[in-house]
């Protein structure tokens, strides 16, 4: 019999790990709570259980035999799902609560990275309105303010000016727009450079890192637009050299996985550490405990090893054989619903994509009507594909969208564009 495993969360995130799960000759079984309808289509059996159900979800992995859990999304981290699961003698990947306080918290994550000289922008923290204000003021524009809690990627402002600066501030520190998340801002200095997503599969010290993606926030074409969770991604960058990042796992990923284990929150886990190529050398922009959303989809299909076997290693101590693809590119679209990020239609029909042969596509906000899917959130869902050159892979993406219906959603037609000369 093979592995038995619980992914938890519902995104296209958690697809295209359940997915690269399956795919191993060593799984039998993977379940996703709750998932959503498009993955059942992969073989992947749905759990309707919350992920903040722990109790629920612990019954369901004792009674069904589970060998291990993957959490997905970050909340369920912070919620020490892992603590839980692990109290109760069930393996689960993903970092304890007090670790993933690396995402829970910027001003956290600043004090470590200040404690143990890891690069990032200059920044400071503030509760007060009128002490941000004066220090924004000191400092002047571009500059960014950022939640200091969690706001589902969109509690970032990067302010071209001073007056949207002050309207950012009041918004979190005066009007409460992101809750408790809100309640403290840290900001700091406007970076130039191309930013790129590293992440790393983290045992305690052990630090192996993957491929690097470059995810595109803004909502429309060249950049324009509200922020969003992502709208597009791929891998590689061709425009970061390899020098930048071997530097950026010897001076940030390596140092953050150790000072993590001296501060007494030792993290196992993806770390995802959201980088800028400065010229004066990569810097970090913010830390996730957990894989990013869309760069899941593209850098899981650069992984050529078992994905499955990996995890199981880190979780039973053993060393991993980890192999990527020296080759080629990945692209991803996320389409999404009209009006994405703000408010947005339901309900709208979704192409059937059962015959695509070089293609993948990753269900988000989707449910089932009878056989057939219709939208049911912001991101609906992501093509990927790959190519010898990123021009092909893109293509191959763009190819597949121009056929189909996309009716009531949109999508970005420049996702890799950086990345080609």
């Known amino acids: ?73 970050e909340i369920p981290l912070l919620n020490g799902i892992v603590d839980d699961f692990t109290a109760a003698g069930l393996p689960a990947f993903g970092p304890v609560k007090a670790a993933a306080f690396i995402e829970g918290s910027k001003d956290f994550a600043k004090k470590i990275m200040n404690k143990y000289e890891i690069p990032t922008a200059e920044h400071q923290t503030f509760f007060d309105f009128e002490q941000a204000k004066a220090y924004v003021i000191e400092k002047g524009a571009p500059i960014v303010i950022k939640a200091d809690g969690l706001a589902a990627g969109k509690g970032v402002v990067v302010a071209q000016t001073v007056e949207v600066a002050i309207e950012a501030l009041k918004d979190m520190l005066e009007y409460n727009k992101f809750g408790s998340s809100g309640a403290k801002v840290v900001i700091e200095e ?61 001076t940030i990923v390596k140092p953050t996985a150790h000072a993590m284990v001296e501060e007494g929150r030792a993290f196992t886990g993806i ?19 957990r894989f990013g959303d869309p760069e899941t989809q593209v850098v899981l299909q650069r992984l050529e090893s ?53 293609a993948h596509v ?24 790959s190519g010898d050159t990123l021009k092909d892979a893109q293509k191959s993406v763009y190819d597949v969208l121009n056929k189909v219906n996309t009716e009531g959603t949109f999508y970005r037609k420049d996702i890799g564009f950086k990345g080609i000369k």
């Not at 995802?272 to 400065?278: N, V």
């Not at 990753?362 to 594909?385: D, F, T």
């Open 1 to 73: 019999m093979g592995l038995t495993i619980l992914v938890i969360g519902s995104g296209g995130r958690e697809h295209a790990i359940a997915q690269k799960l399956i795919q191993s000759p060593n799984v039998s079984t993977v379940f996703c709570a709750k998932g959503n309808a498009g993955m059942t289509r992969d073989g992947i059996q749905l759990v309707d259980i919350a992920e903040d159900d722990h109790s629920g979800l612990i019954k369901f992995s004792k009674e069904n035999q589970v060998d291990w859990v993957f959490v997905g999304p």
């Open 271 to 289: 770390l995802y550490a959201g980088l800028i190529a400065t010229e004066s050398g990569p810097k970090v922009i913010e830390f996730n405990a």
């Open 306 to 358: 078992d994905f499955a076997q990996i995890i199981d290693d880190l979780l039973n101590g053993k060393k991993p054989d980890i192999k990527w693809k020296q080759e080629g590119y990945s692209v991803g679209v996320v389409v999404a619903a009209e009006g994405y990020p703000n408010n947005y239609e339901k309900e709208h029909k979704i192409p059937d994509f059962s015959d695509l042969n070089t």
């Open 362 to 385: 990753y269900y988000a906000g989707v449910k089932a009507q009878g056989n057939q899917l219709v939208s049911n959130g912001g991101r609906v869902y992501l093509i990927e594909a």
């Open 190 to 250: 406007f970076l130039s450079g191309e930013e790129f997503s590293l992440l790393a599969f983290v045992r305690n010290q052990e630090v192996y890192p993957m491929v690097i993606a470059q995810d595109h926030k803004r909502a429309y074409e060249q950049d324009k637009g509200p922020n969003t969770g992502g709208m597009g991604a791929y891998s590689p960058v061709p425009q970061i050299p390899d020098q930048m990042v071997k530097e950026a796992i010897e």
